[in-house]
Every structure is written in structure tokens, then in C-alpha cells.
């Protein structure tokens, strides 16, 4: 099992950046993917971006393209998102999620919030 913890939200101007971070305790962190979804007031969580278990492979949704990257330390068992461009429709709760091969995201962390204001 694994434990999740992010952090890096705030409050960002339109057009800034914000890097996250979702630190790992437990498990080899190296067994896992990781992902970043985001669940904004009123709205169902939705998928961000999501990188495999030697971070070779990712993967985003069309909102985050081009201005979101993921990114993995193993060494660190840290997980990054990298915000730019920010818009205030990217105001939401931030969570990292771990799975493991043939699984489904089954560990998530707390969640850090993103403001951006307009």
C-alpha cells in the first residue's frame, strides 16, 4: 500500500504558474503509475494527466495539453505537476493517484486546492 500526500496549491493569478507535488510513503513507489485529476465545486472529478511507472510514458486530457506536465522522481517518491498558462476553469481540488499494473487509481491523496484568479 501506499500513501499520498500532495502539495504546491495556492493562489495564482491568471496566466501563472503552479508546480505541485505528491510525495509517497510505503510501498516501492517505483511499482506504480501515477496520475493528477482534478475536481472543481459542483463538477465530477475529472483526469488531468498520468505518467507510467519509469515516467517514459504520459498521457494528458485535451485541457491540460500543452500547458500541464507530469513528471516523476522515483528516487525522491515524488510525482510533479507542472502548471502553466493557468485559467481560472483550472480553479479546482488537486489529487494524485497511484495504481498499480492492471488496476485501477486506488490510492489517492487529500487533495491540494489550485485558485486562480481572474
Known amino acids: 500500500q501506499v500513501q499520498l500526500v500532495e502539495s504546491g496549491g495556492g493562489v495564482v493569478q491568471a496566466g501563472g504558474s503552479l508546480r505541485l507535488s505528491c510525495a509517497a510513503s510505503g510501498s516501492t513507489f517505483s511499482r506504480y503509475a501515477l496520475g493528477w485529476f482534478r475536481q472543481a465545486p459542483g463538477k465530477e472529478r475529472e483526469f488531468v494527466a498520468r505518467?507510467?511507472?519509469?515516467?517514459?510514458?504520459?498521457a494528458a486530457a485535451d485541457f491540460a495539453e500543452g500547458r500541464f506536465t507530469i513528471s516523476r522522481d522515483n528516487a525522491k517518491k515524488t510525482v510533479y505537476l507542472h502548471m502553466s498558462s493557468l485559467k481560472p476553469e483550472d480553479t479546482a481540488v488537486y489529487y494524485c493517484?497511484?495504481?498499480?499494473?492492471?488496476?485501477?487509481?486506488?490510492?489517492w491523496g487529500q487533495g491540494t486546492q489550485v485558485t486562480v484568479s481572474s
Open positions: 505518467i507510467n511507472r519509469d515516467g517514459s510514458i504520459t
Open positions: 493517484a497511484a495504481a498499480l499494473i492492471g488496476s485501477d487509481f486506488q490510492y
